[in-house]
């Protein structure tokens, strides 16, 4: 298989480029018709004896592999003393893979330094906050500033990539491992904060005037007086300024997006063809994720939904997948896919018959176009012994490796219907990292944060059986019907007049408490709430208030939302202007004349407003039941408990795919007479799922 000519996971080359506005050579690096669909594993043979190199290829192919990840860790064996690069034994590996048809990814591998960097260049290790060094012997131990491991990082990926840019089966490029380690406090990142601050602001007066530093007397009368702040939310009194603390999270972005663009620029310098990528953390929410995947071809991201106890409706992994394709609003791959039970120093639970399958087809079912399981095989060293493979420490190829090979035998058959689909979605939820870090420094009331938010909608509309988009606030909401902005406590003016623009010209949108306290400095805004949106929701709040942890109030609906339902946390005491009222506050008297959710006829769209946090799942059911309605959406399977739906189309063809979370079998009534695509067979009225099972029906 020619490959310069097939570059990655099986999508349609014309759409996606469509949809991330890339040019055609960065379209050839990022997706290609031609390739078969990447499945395999990340694999260490430097962990194994050589003689057992070719057992575990040939047990890949076996299974349907095609393509492993490597060496992400490997800087040590790659580079034993400074500047003596030593490639033989991973182009011996790549050999034996070869002769198995099976392609590589090659991971940058500056998340572990060596030893003798530690030794030679002291000040490349990390410090804490407290000022002290962390003591090497571990990973993501480095400081993102230090000019001697910047300069180590690129030399070592300069050698990797011109030592392997003709090597045929390296296809493509993982930038470093899992951004996003504790954060540097050495004197080189607060000169850094502090050039970027300066480079950000101009002048003294303009910053102290963003962060509203006349407060406490903070204002800085010279540069080197800034500090790193302290984001600690558990001791207030010493806790950083608010914007100062939002300033330090997109410094530490930036930080680190420039450490990846360093390597990503020396890549697709030398391998012009390979594609480049880096493997995200899903709802990490150390860094903004919007920034690390616009240098990437395509982002690549890590899924580990089993934690629980027994199996449950992994919402969170649905979610993650959602958001990892908003990045670039285009189909991603799993780097490393759930294989066993995970855990350092104590391991989870064991991926029960069934489930190993199901959740490679979530992540199929949003757009993943590739994935990875990790690892091949469990380690039998270091502090990842009890992360599990596919194989276990004896390297037999059980019963995890027999579902995993099953699985991708089956994604080889979907594979041709698959090709040029996406999830093409008419709801879209905002989800800003901006939000989400100045809530987390001032959640407002007691328990509140962006992805709890976020969760009350989007689990609703994974219960309605409907796909949604996870965007941030700069994106583009007229192809949406729909659009949820739960928490947008951070509301900036321009963000505002699009979303008047939206609602004006037909579009529905639903807000939420503490909608339009903030500027994009996290400084409030001096208008009553909800701000620039007061006009499109058609409400004004003059008060609110938090409830403790053992107050509750008693919410009755009216015609669109009816039932009884209860209050928590929080109310704002929403008064309804041109908005009609749609649920009402029942046993507290000094809250009846106010609304508890709000729906307004806003030029030719709706705007809705809830005005408090609900308890019962169902009132969120009911909600999205009425936004749906409102924007003319309708799901074309409504799913029983624990059945998630998905669909992925193209111009010419959609493909809907059903997955049962249950441990007990589902009944779904789909469209009839349509071919379910692993069993050949006609559907009819309802279909029959098997407890974990899955169907893939050709629309």
Known sequence: MGRRASLTIAVCLATMALLDGLTQAQSRQALSPGRAMYLGVDYYPEHWPRERWETDAKLMKEAGFNIVRLAEFAWIEMESREGQYEFGWLDDALKVLAQYNIDVILGTPTAVMPAWVAQKYPQALRTKADGTQVVWGGRKHNCYSNADYRRLSERITRAMAEHFAKTPNVIGWQIDNEFGGEECHCPSCLAEFQAWLRDKYGTLDTLNKAWGNRFWGLKFTDWPQITIPDDSTDRSWVM????ACLDWKRFITWQQARFQADQVKIIRAVCPEDFVTHNLMGLFTGLDYYAMAKDLDFVA?????IWSDK????????LAADLMRGLKQKNFMIMEQTAGPCGWEAFGRNPWPGEIRKIAYQQLAHGSDGQIWFRWRTCTVGREQYWHGLL????KPLRRYQEAAQTAKEFRRLEEHLRGTTVVSEVAILYDYDNLWSLSFQPGFAGNSLQG??????DALFRAGVNADIVNRKADPSKYK???APDLSILPDETAAKLDAYVKNGGVLLADCRTGVKDERNLCHDRTLPGLLSSVLGIRIEEYSSLGQDSWYKVNGGDRLAGTYTAI??????????AASLAGYADQWHLKPFAATTRNIYGRGKGWYVGAVIKEAAFYDDLIAQLLKDAGIRPIVTPPPGVEVSIREKPDKRLLFLINHNEEPRSVRVPKDRVEL???????????LDRFGVAVIEL
């Open 240 to 243: 950083g300024n608010p914007s």
């Open 301 to 305: 991201w890590d899924n580990y939904p």
């Open 311 to 318: 199996p449950d409706i992994p919402y969170s992994a649905s």
């Open 392 to 395: 276990g420490h004896d390297g």
């Open 453 to 458: 938010a976020v969760r009350r909608y989007y």
């Open 482 to 484: 729909l659009v949820l």
């Open 569 to 578: 946390q929080y109310t704002d005491w929403v008064t309804p202007e041109s």
């Open 678 to 688: 692993l069993t050949g067979q006609k559907t009819k009225e309802s279909f029959e």
